[in-house]
């Protein structure tokens, strides 16, 4: 399986997303962030994913606008957070988004989790946003088969994403394979599980065979499934480390080992506890 860096998807509407990206939650310091993003783009990379929640993304603009890179060389995916879901509310949260980013157009609008009273009224928003060409595509974050399927009773534009936890504690193998029956793309968030996952025997010992780290193991699994991967780190060494995934390949005994993993524990909530605790 030849996979290299500059890969992208293309996405339901026909855009081009990278596959690889690099996550920003809780990076919140100011100097961190410009140390780890500059990092970042040296390494080549060239998705950025944050939210409303993550508090950054005036920061996450100021670099942008400082960087040199152009408009057509950086994908940036945002999200709005459950408090600023509604159509209204929707539509305001992403006028502000946009003013922090500091973009006349977003290339990826995600609902960050299916918040159930304001359901509809929401992605209604959003395909306002993309009907406008305010943004490029539009998608979901933790929905599961029956969110899709409720989504799909009354949207006109179907998400090109979902953006699901996702590592070998939780590898959300069932709807992945919805996912691709939809032609959603399945990207995960905490790809490593926060880091959660590293210390596993398994992943020490294929480290070990490939020459590689438990992080790179877990990273290149991710990619030979298929999946879009987002990690996060604001240590140089180790955003580099999370980009050099691309000269080695696992067998498949490897990810028969890695699969070996799955003990269905999650690093955050499930997608339904946060739906209806509408106050968060
Ligand atoms: N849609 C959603 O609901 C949702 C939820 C959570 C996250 N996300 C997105 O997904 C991105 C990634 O998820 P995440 O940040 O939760 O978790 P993650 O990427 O799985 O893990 C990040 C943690 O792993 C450490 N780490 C990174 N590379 C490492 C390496 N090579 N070796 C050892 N440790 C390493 C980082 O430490 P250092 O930073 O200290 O290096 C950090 O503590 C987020 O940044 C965000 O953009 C989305």
Request: charged letters at 25%; glycine letters at 4%; aromatic letters at 10%.
């Amino acid at each position: 399986m030849t996979l290299s860096f500059s890969d992208t998807y293309k996405l339901n509407n026909g855009i081009e997303m990278p596959r690889h990206g690099f996550g920003v939650y809780k990076l919140t310091d100011e100097k961190r962030m410009r140390t780890a993003l500059e990092t970042a783009v040296d390494v080549g990379y060239r998705l950025f994913d944050t939210a409303s929640f993550y508090h950054n993304e005036k920061e996450l603009g100021d670099f942008f606008a400082s960087s040199g890179l152009k408009r057509d060389e950086f994908f940036v995916t945002t999200k709005m957070w459950n408090t600023e879901q509604g159509y209204d509310e929707t539509l305001r949260a992403f006028e502000k988004s946009q003013k922090k980013l500091q973009l006349d157009q977003i290339d990826l609008y995600l609902v960050h989790w299916p918040k159930q009273d304001t359901f509809f009224e929401t992605w209604r928003a959003v395909e306002k946003l993309y009907d406008e060409g305010l943004v490029r595509a539009i998608g979901v974050s933790n929905f599961e088969a029956h969110h899709l399927d409720r989504l799909r009773t009354s949207a006109n534009v179907l998400p090109v994403v979902d953006q699901l936890e996702t590592h070998p504690h939780f590898p959300n193998r069932l709807l992945h394979r919805y996912l691709e029956e939809l032609h959603i793309v399945h990207q995960a968030w905490s790809p490593l599980g926060r880091g959660g996952v590293l210390e596993e025997q398994i992943l020490i010992d294929l480290a070990k065979k490939h020459g590689k780290s438990p992080a790179q193991i877990v990273l290149r699994w991710h990619l030979q499934n298929n999946i879009s991967i987002i990690p996060k780190s604001e240590t140089p060494s180790r955003i580099k480390e999370n980009a050099a995934i691309y000269d080695f390949e696992l067998t498949e005994a490897d990810m028969h080992q890695v699969d070996r993993l799955n003990n269905g524990e999650r690093v955050s909530h499930a997608p339904d506890v946060m739906y209806v605790r509408s106050e968060i």
